[in-house]
């Protein structure tokens, strides 16, 4: 999941370009992900749009997108990529203890517009802006309203404390955003859902680009070329997740 707030990398030098996605192109015009600049890591193309028919298109090829206000449509596969393996979570023991007397309660979809709120507001050390601008709220909306977009939050005493949303296509959960109002909740959140991925058998959770905070948790890099072995073996059929329980 992509650091919140921060400002997608500038643009690439002049001598090599990106692939520029015309706006009434087909929605699976994508470039080969080999095509992917090195700096800035993974800039694969620009342009196009962000229909749900592109999104569903780009996350099963590897491809998600990233940008900023002042920037146009950015489309990413970074080399190499965080992911996180269900049987591989690891869970410390202080957080051990959160999961069971913290007073936190975690539930599966039932506060979306709140979380994607949350995860484009909330306040960053040394950073400004965000790259969850209204046109990727309002995208990942309409993903969540065909059933592909998740939300999982993070409650204490009734308020919405922490959260993370993603995109579940096949048997892969790709990680967006989380966000944490107390110590610990979005790892709480994060916890629960991980654990319920794995009585669902899924095959990986994409976390995109690394952090020691998921890292912490037991994601790591793997190959561009790995990760899309992956994806094609567990993407497929393009069906959303089924409905997961309200309460975790």
């Known amino acids: 999941m992509r650091p919140l707030n921060k400002k997608p990398p500038l643009k690439p030098p002049r001598m090599r370009r990106p692939y520029w996605i015309p706006y009434n192109a087909p929605a699976d015009d994508f470039p080969p992900l080999e095509h ?27 491809i998600f997108p990233w940008f900023s206000d002042d920037q146009p449509i950015l489309w990413w596969s970074p080399n190499p990529r965080m992911v996180l393996f269900p049987n591989q979570l690891k ?3 202080s957080l051990h203890k959160n999961l069971r007397n913290s007073g936190f309660s975690v539930t599966v979809n039932q506060a979306f517009s709140a979380v994607l709120f949350a995860c484009a507001r909330i306040p960053r050390a040394d950073q400004d802006g965000t ?8 995208a990942y909306t309409q993903l ?29 959960f790709f990680g967006e955003s989380m966000f944490s109002l107390m110590s610990n909740a979005s790892k709480v959140a994060f916890v629960k859902f991980v654990e319920y991925l794995r009585t669902q058998h899924y095959a990986l959770i994409d976390c995109q680009v690394h952090s020691e905070h998921l890292a912490s948790l037991g994601a ?8 899309k072995q992956c994806l094609d073996t567990a993407c497929y059929p393009l069906a959303p997740m089924p409905d997961p329980p309200c309460e975790l």
Do not use: M
């Open 131 to 138: 790259w969850i601008t209204t046109d990727i709220q309002a």
């Open 220 to 227: 790591n890099l793997i190959p561009r070329s790995t990760f």
């Open 144 to 172: 969540h309203e065909q059933g592909f977009a998740h939300s999982v939050e993070c409650w204490y005493q009734n308020q919405l404390v922490g959260g993370l949303y993603g995109v579940g296509i096949g048997k892969i």
């Open 36 to 62: 992917a600049l090195e700096h800035p890591d993974g800039l694969l193309a620009i342009g196009g749009d962000l229909s749900s028919a592109r999104l569903l298109a780009a996350y099963p090829r590897g």
């Open 91 to 93: 869970v410390s023991r």
